[in-house]
Nanobody, 126 residues
Framework: QVQLVESGGGLVQPGDSHRVVCAGS??????????MAWFRQAPGKEREFVAS????????KYADSVKGRFTISRDNAKNTMSLQMNSLEPEDTAVYYC?????????????????WGQGTQVTVSS
């Protein structure tokens, strides 16, 4: 059974940098065979795409709202994926979820991903 666990959420000030991490595990889960992504959901809003990364990290994609500020990466040897967030804004406040799928048909669409973590709260406020 695939398990994804996010960590690193917290309260940060506008303009700060912060990193959230997703760790994958499971008996037959071969992390390196899965495309991964970050989504986020703010109160009262739908879950939205943030960034995705292919299984060998050769392809990444970002939402326009975070392009140039956020960087997605993965370490297949450690079964982890990270999201480095710079120049954080109050509008980045949300629960951040990691997602995984062997072959997502649309990398920026939530229903393309089979496995999800429970989420980690990131709050950007002064």
């Amino acid at each position: 059974q695939v398990q994804l666990v996010e960590s690193g959420g917290g309260l940060v000030q506008p303009g700060d940098s912060h990193r959230v991490v997703c760790a994958g595990s499971g008996g037959t889960f071969a992390f390196s065979n899965y495309a991964m992504a970050w989504f986020r959901q703010a109160p009262g809003k739908e879950r939205e795409f943030v960034a995705s990364i292919s299984w060998q990290a050769k392809a990444t994609k970002y939402a326009d709202s975070v392009k140039g500020r956020f960087t997605i990466s993965r370490d297949n040897a450690k079964n982890t994926m990270s999201l480095q967030m710079n120049s954080l804004e109050p509008e980045d406040t949300a629960v951040y979820y990691c997602a995984a799928d062997r072959d997502p048909p649309y990398r920026d669409v939530a229903r393309s991903y089979t496995y999800w973590g429970q989420g980690t709260q990131v709050t950007v406020s002064s």
